[in-house]
């Protein structure tokens, strides 16, 4: 079956710091991938994603590179703030059946 | 433009009393509908999911049911709820027939007490 792994956090950082969240998939085919950011008390936003190998997925700041060889989605930002505190999680979603599976998510503290 | 809201959210319930989350989604027509929860520190678990008008699957067995009466609405009950009910509820929706991203709602905090 499907899954995806991420790091485990918390992951704690400066501000201004460059921040790297892993994630490695296991699937067949080629999944559709996704960056789910959390906020404190909120529901999940979508931050970004790629539809196909190589796909470069932005938004904020944020970028992920789709790659097929490693199975791998890793989510970076060059310089982070405070406000970038949350909690992302990373998930895969397929043609066949309805669901998306998702990661079990990485705590980010950022500090002034 | 396509929202989803869910209420109430906030909800604190004493054992063995019954429960009613609702959601619903506009903008859009035969969306899949979702619930997942999250306990406290903790990631998601799919609970339930809809393609349609009264088609309901359930992923994990529990004291917890959902309903689709409608199709933009969908429900999450329970007749009695446990301590272990506690946790986060999100609905979610997704366009039918697509990989694409699902769509959260602003969440439910459900405190069983």
């Known amino acids: 079956g499907n899954s995806v792994t991420q790091m485990e956090g918390p992951v704690t950082l400066s501000e201004e710091a460059f921040l790297t969240i892993n994630c490695t998939y296991t699937a067949t085919g080629y999944p559709s991938l996704f960056w789910y950011v959390q906020y404190p008390g909120e529901g999940l936003q979508l931050l970004l994603k790629a539809t196909k190998a190589d796909d470069k997925g932005s938004n904020k700041g944020f970028e992920a590179t789709y790659r097929k060889e490693t199975t791998s989605f890793h989510l970076e930002k060059g310089s982070v703030q405070v406000s970038d505190s949350a909690v992302y999680f990373c998930a895969l979603s397929q043609a066949a059946g309805n669901m998306l599976t998702f990661g079990g998510g990485t705590r980010l503290m950022v500090k002034p | 433009s396509q929202t989803i809201h869910q209420w109430p959210a906030t909800l604190v319930q004493p054992v063995g009393s019954p429960l009613s989350l609702e959601c619903t989604v506009e903008g859009t027509s035969n969306p899949n509908l979702y619930w997942y929860r999250q306990a406290a520190g903790r990631g998601l678990q799919l609970l339930f999911y809809?393609?349609?008008?009264?088609?309901i699957s359930s992923e994990v067995p529990q004291n917890l049911s959902a309903s689709r009466p409608q199709d933009r609405q969908f429900i999450l009950s329970s007749k009695k709820l446990l301590l272990s009910d506690s946790g986060f509820y999100l609905c979610?929706?997704?366009?039918?027939?697509?990989?694409?991203?699902?769509?959260f709602g602003e969440g439910s905090r459900l405190t069983v007490l």
């Open positions: 979610a929706w997704r366009r039918t027939g697509t990989t694409g991203e699902l769509f």
């Open positions: 809809s393609v349609g008008i009264g088609q």
